[in-house]
């Protein structure tokens, strides 16, 4: 059984490109939730899926949006990127129905922007 | 507004000894309460997780937590340290809305 993956697991950017980070929840799960987590903190909530909705989304400008597909999968995608967006992004599923599940993470990609 | 707070952001032992790493939280109902561990350059793995149904709670490789209510906290310890136990852990909250609330990190270092 696959546990949460994510793809690309590191990324090159310039400042005011676009960037799209992806993840495919653990088996099962239907619910998607995306953290960022800079370098010697802890992780930060952006945003959670659930149904293809957004459900929750935490202290993240728009310039962070996402998106869940019938599969459950989801995407992540961070516009005009700037120097402070480097960080290591995580995804975490969870089953769906109940906000408090346990959620497990996935690897992480991590995003340098130069 | 819930948070978790972290006592400590970097623990040394030595090989064989207690491992404890304090955590405390502020909440206004009874949280769901959670340990992460966090290997070099990988993502998060659940050690252990307080759901309600008993206060001392066994998670992986020998690790267990408390929840005291009267002292809102959920401090993660090991009897005996070993090398592999050297990375950072994490203790988390989860809000009703599903929002998982992490604290900043402890760092374990383990001696020989």
């Known amino acids: 059984d696959a546990g949460v993956t994510q793809s690309p697991t590191h990324l090159i950017k310039t400042r005011g490109q676009q960037v799209t980070l992806r993840c495919s929840p653990k088996s099962g799960h239907d619910t998607v939730s995306w953290y960022q987590q800079a370098l010697g903190q802890g992780p930060q909530f952006i945003f959670q899926y659930y149904e293809e909705e957004e459900r929750q989304r935490g202290n993240f400008p728009d310039r962070f949006s996402g998106h869940q597909f019938p599969n459950y999968s989801s995407e992540l995608n961070v516009n005009a990127l700037l120097l402070g967006d480097s960080a290591l992004y995580l995804c975490?599923?969870?089953?769906?129905?109940?906000?408090?599940?346990?959620?497990?993470f996935g690897p992480g990609t991590r995003l340098l922007v130069l | 507004a819930q948070s978790v707070t972290q006592l400590g952001s970097h623990v040394s032992v030595s090989e064989g000894a207690l491992v404890l790493l304090r955590c405390n939280y502020s909440?206004?109902?009874?949280?769901?309460l959670f340990w992460y561990v966090q290997y070099p350059n990988q993502g998060l793995q659940l050690l252990l997780k307080y759901t309600s149904a008993a206060t001392l709670v066994k998670g992986i490789n020998g690790f267990e937590a408390e929840f005291k209510k009267s002292e809102t906290s959920f401090h993660l310890t090991k009897p005996s340290a070993h090398m592999s136990d050297a990375a950072e852990y994490f203790c988390?909250?989860?809000?009703?809305?599903?929002?998982?609330?992490f604290g900043q990190g402890t760092e374990l270092s383990v001696k020989p």
């Open positions: 909440s206004s109902v009874p949280p769901y």
């Open positions: 975490a599923s969870s089953p769906g129905g109940r906000k408090q599940e346990t959620q497990y």
């Open positions: 988390a909250a989860v809000n009703q809305g599903g929002k998982l609330i």
